[in-house]
């Protein structure tokens, strides 16, 4: 009895697809460090996309309005969705490679969810 060379094709296909999603993400484990905040510059009120988005390092020096269901008195970048972890400074998506006050502010400000 032999095999279909169709199957035989299939089968060494799907083979190669199971190894490739099996060792991308280990070899991304093994081959990069995420950037830790303590790593990450802090982002200047000078720099450009901070001007843009009026970014203030003290959430009171800002000019913040109620939005999203939220008092702007209670938005800070360490209750934002782009914010990426915790602590004093922490790296946020909207400054690649830089840290942000977790008591800072900026007009992008929206609510983490839950």
Known sequence: ??????NMNRRRALGILAAAVTVVPVSS??????????D???VSESDPIA???KYKHDATQAPRADK???AADQQFCSNCQFIQGAGDWAPCS?????????KGWCTAWVPKAG
């Open 1 to 6: 009895m032999s095999e279909n060379p169709a």
């Open 51 to 53: 001007l843009g988005l």
């Open 29 to 38: 484990l093994i081959g990069a460090r995420r950037a830790m905040a303590a």
């Open 40 to 42: 990450l510059p802090q």
């Open 94 to 102: 909207l400054f690649p490679g830089k840290a942000v006050n977790a």
């Open 68 to 70: 999203a269901g939220k």
